[in-house]
Nanobody, 127 residues
Framework: QVRLVESGGGLMEAGGSLRLSCAASGLAFSNYAMGWFRQAPGKEREFVGYISWNGGGTDYADSVKGRFTISRDNTKNTLYLQMNTLKPEDTAVYYC????????????????????WGQGTQVTVSS
């Protein structure tokens, strides 16, 4: 039914850029706030970025702020994550997630608050 499919991951040298996409289906996309999370080996899933239903509000983890940009195209039911100036510590599996609005500000960075998840796409940054 509801499906989120990430794409765009791969291998990139430090300092390079990648653009991740998350195609959503089976849900009214514009009724959902969206988030990006990542999980590195041996570590818990961590928040990367958030975007409100209409793209008017965004939030980023301090570790990626200024380098990553989250966006969405509600006409295409697609979420994006533009990743610039990549660092080796960005290496992780990246997941997109959807949360039916309303989503409290205190929940934006909490993976447990999201309703649906994609299967992830691997991003590897070499030094």
């Amino acid at each position: 039914q509801v499906r989120l499919v990430e794409s765009g991951g791969g291998l990139m040298e430090a300092g390079g850029s990648l653009r991740l996409s998350c195609a959503a289906s089976g849900l009214a996309f514009s009724n959902y706030a969206m988030g990006w999370f990542r999980q590195a080996p041996g570590k818990e899933r961590e928040f990367v970025g958030y975007i409100s239903w209409n793209g008017g509000g965004t939030d980023y983890a301090d570790s990626v702020k200024g380098r990553f940009t989250i966006s969405r195209d509600n006409t295409k039911n697609t979420l994006y994550l533009q990743m610039n100036t990549l660092k080796p510590e960005d290496t992780a599996v990246y997941y997109c997630a959807a949360k039916g609005v309303p989503l409290l500000g205190s929940q934006r960075r909490s993976h447990w608050a999201y309703d649906y998840w994609g299967q992830g796409t691997q991003v590897t940054v070499s030094s």
